[in-house]
């Protein structure tokens, strides 16, 4: 399959983004400004951002408390994302949702949850939304390991089965729930297996390679947009930090070598420069350019956030709704 030159620039400009600005969030943390626990996604851009590249604008995406890739891949502000991490007035929930809550409607992020699987039954109900006011809509929901156990993925897939809905579950298979690792917790760790109990097709592929994710999901969202029904796709990749971040001081008594050593880690975004290099696909010229726009564009939006102002305590109250 032939990708264009723009949509590889667009691919690589967004893995580097999320890379880049995760990296800045490790660095910043510790000065106790962001008043908000951040899950780093390190490792895993290729996921959403292959994902992402595939879905138009309205298109939905829920999320979950590791959210900033899907937020970033889909299109979301990067200045009001860093606002809200310091829990800014600016910020993409005005600062009341943090790191873990994220939105931004008008790209299609219809937001991520601290709720472990909370995202999946909206995206269900968002797809069944959009076929029945004949949108031509797709709603994904990224997922973790973890959110594959609760009931209420079963629930989704079997109402998404049942009315035949266009949503794709994408499962980012990092292995771990917190500390405890996929082969504690199931007899079986292929995941995209679990679809057949409602005869919902699912792939498992290399979530690390994001030619291969691009591809592959181009396939599956064409298929759903088409009204082939739900599709579960899961993504197998290495989350590089702990659950949350850096500031887990215990992930080496729990994770694998593979996972934090940098010698035997994968790098999705080494491989993609190394997959363009052997294509003459994309200058190494080109891609400093894209490097220092993003350099430039992340600095301005940590300053943007830093500066911002904090809500008024007079607006505390907002947003609540009441009887």
């Known amino acids: 399959m032939s990708i264009e030159k723009d949509k590889l620039s667009d691919i690589y400009y967004k893995l580097l983004k999320i890379r880049k600005v995760q990296l800045k969030i490790e660095e910043l943390y510790h000065e106790d400004e962001m008043k908000t626990p951040v899950h780093l996604s390190l490792g895993q851009e290729a996921s959403s951002v292959g994902i992402c590249a595939n879905l138009q604008k309205k298109d939905y995406i829920?999320?979950?408390?590791?959210?900033?890739?899907?937020?970033?891949?889909?299109?979301?502000?990067?200045?009001a994302m860093i606002a809200e991490l310091y829990c800014k007035e600016t910020g993409c929930s005005k600062g009341r949702g943090g790191s873990m809550h994220l939105i931004d409607t008008s790209v299609g992020h219809l937001g991520s949850s601290s709720i472990v699987g909370g995202g999946i039954p909206h995206a269900v109900g968002a797809a069944f939304a959009s076929k029945m006011l004949d949108q031509?809509?797709?709603?994904?929901?990224?997922?973790?390991?973890?959110?594959?156990?609760?009931?209420?993925?079963?629930?989704?897939?079997?109402?998404?089965?049942?009315?035949?809905?266009?949503?794709?579950?994408?499962?980012?298979?990092?292995?771990?729930?917190?500390?405890?690792?996929?082969?504690?917790?199931?007899?079986?760790?292929?995941?995209?297996?679990?679809?057949?109990?409602?005869?919902?097709?699912?792939?498992?592929?290399?979530?690390?390679?994001?030619?291969?994710?691009?591809?592959?999901?181009?396939?599956?969202?064409?298929?759903?947009?088409?009204?082939k029904g739900p599709f579960l796709l899961e993504c197998r990749v290495q989350r590089w930090r702990g659950h949350a971040g850096s500031?887990?001081?215990?992930?080496?008594?729990?994770?694998?070598?593979?996972?934090?050593?940098?010698?035997?880690?994968?790098?999705?975004?080494?491989?993609?420069?190394?997959?363009?290099?052997?294509?003459?696909?994309l200058s190494t010229g080109e891609r400093t350019k894209i490097q220092e726009a993003l350099d430039v564009e992340i600095e301005e939006a940590f300053r943007y956030g830093q500066q911002s102002p904090l809500p008024d305590i007079e607006d505390l109250e907002k947003y609540l709704f009441v009887e």
Not at 62 to 79: E, I, T, V
Not at 213 to 219: I, L, N, R, S
Not at 249 to 271: H, M, Q, S, T
């Open 136 to 227: 031509g809509l797709v709603a994904v929901t990224f997922l973790g390991d973890a959110a594959s156990e609760e009931g209420v993925f079963f629930e989704s897939m079997s109402l998404a089965a049942l009315k035949k809905v266009p949503v794709i579950f994408v499962c980012e298979n990092n292995f771990y729930s917190v500390c405890s690792h996929l082969s504690t917790r199931q007899v079986n760790a292929d995941i995209y297996k679990r679809a057949r109990a409602f005869d919902i097709p699912s792939l498992q592929i290399d979530g690390m390679n994001v030619v291969e994710v691009y591809e592959t999901a181009q396939k599956v969202v064409t298929a759903v947009r088409n009204g």
């Open 62 to 79: 829920f999320s979950n408390h590791r959210s900033h890739g899907h937020y970033l891949a889909k299109g979301g502000d990067l200045k």
């Open 247 to 281: 500031g887990d001081p215990g992930a080496e008594n729990y994770r694998k070598c593979e996972d934090l050593d940098p010698v035997n880690r994968r790098d999705p975004i080494l491989e993609f420069e190394t997959y363009l290099n052997e294509k003459e696909l």
